[in-house]
């Protein structure tokens, strides 16, 4: 087993995947659930006043933001895209020889890679790319219309199809725990919120519908791009697209 391999995270990722000929029986633990809300009954309270918009598109993207699954059959521009990965992982400074991003990283090693998978993007062919981040450029790795098998790999959730780009997110596991060990998983998961919610704030203020997913095929997502499981492996995705006629937030996730 290789040093990397027999590290309590690496573990834990693999113990915990989703397999599709074993996904109907495999069992999990019957864990009683928690109440949705934690208060101290019997502490001292202090009445916060009713939040204050200071202005500007971030506020209004942080209340408008909902998890969002119907999108109409329109391109998303080139432009939009480049801003939309940028905001989720474009290099924002310098600090020494560190590039720095626009969403932080433990210890600045930024674990995680992106890929595109494109189904209406103007100016772009559709298939799957990565993002060269140093060179800011997309790397086409196979052309054709994959979303109806990635909506496949992400258990059937067929609004990926119907998205006009799904973002695809991987770790390159080593790049983190080499240096972290057992606790690097969970900084590499830290990183992939901080990513992902950059992205979908981003898209409100494009005026465009996002949704995230974490449900997927570990297996069938990593050989769609090419990638081992091992040294890297695909974790996250979200679906972006231009919302449907009158559906913005009629889709809304109940979180």
């Known amino acids: 087993m290789s040093d990397l391999q027999s590290c309590l995270g690496t573990t834990y ?3 915990t995947e989703y397999d599709r000929e074993q996904i109907a029986t495999m069992s999990r633990p019957h864990i009683r659930p928690a109440p949705l809300y934690k208060v101290y009954p ?3 309270t202090v009445s916060l006043p009713q939040p204050v918009d200071p202005g500007g598109q971030l506020w209004e993207a942080l209340s408008s933001r909902r998890s969002r699954r119907r999108y109409a059959h329109h391109d998303v521009s080139l432009e939009a895209l480049s801003a939309l990965l940028w905001a989720s992982q474009g290099i ?3 600090a020494g020889r560190l590039s720095l991003r626009t969403a932080p990283s433990a210890g600045a090693l930024y674990p995680v890679e992106t890929y595109v998978q494109v189904n209406k993007v103007q100016g772009l062919e559709p298939g799957l790319y990565h993002l060269n981040i140093k ?3 997309l790397e086409t790795l196979d052309s054709g219309s994959f979303g109806p098998q990635l909506a496949q790999i992400c258990l059937d959730q067929r609004f990926m199809a119907q998205a006009a780009v799904n973002v695809c997110w ?5 790049r983190n725990m080499a240096k972290y060990g057992h606790r ?3 900084y590499i998961f830290m990183d992939l919120g901080h990513i992902c919610q950059n992205l979908l704030l981003a898209a409100e203020g494009f ?3 996002a949704c995230p997913v974490g449900a997927y095929f570990d297996g069938e997502a990593n050989e769609l791009f090419g990638l081992d499981g091992k040294e890297e492996s695909m974790l996250y ?3 972006v697209g231009h919302p449907d006629d009158g559906g913005r937030g009629c889709e809304a996730a109940k979180r």
């Open 13 to 15: 990722l693999h113990q």
């Open 42 to 44: 019997q502490a001292p």
């Open 92 to 94: 924002s400074g310098q």
């Open 135 to 137: 060179d800011w450029c």
């Open 170 to 174: 991987s770790a390159v596991l080593r």
């Open 184 to 186: 690097g998983m969970r």
């Open 207 to 209: 005026g465009l519908s």
């Open 237 to 239: 995705f979200a679906s």
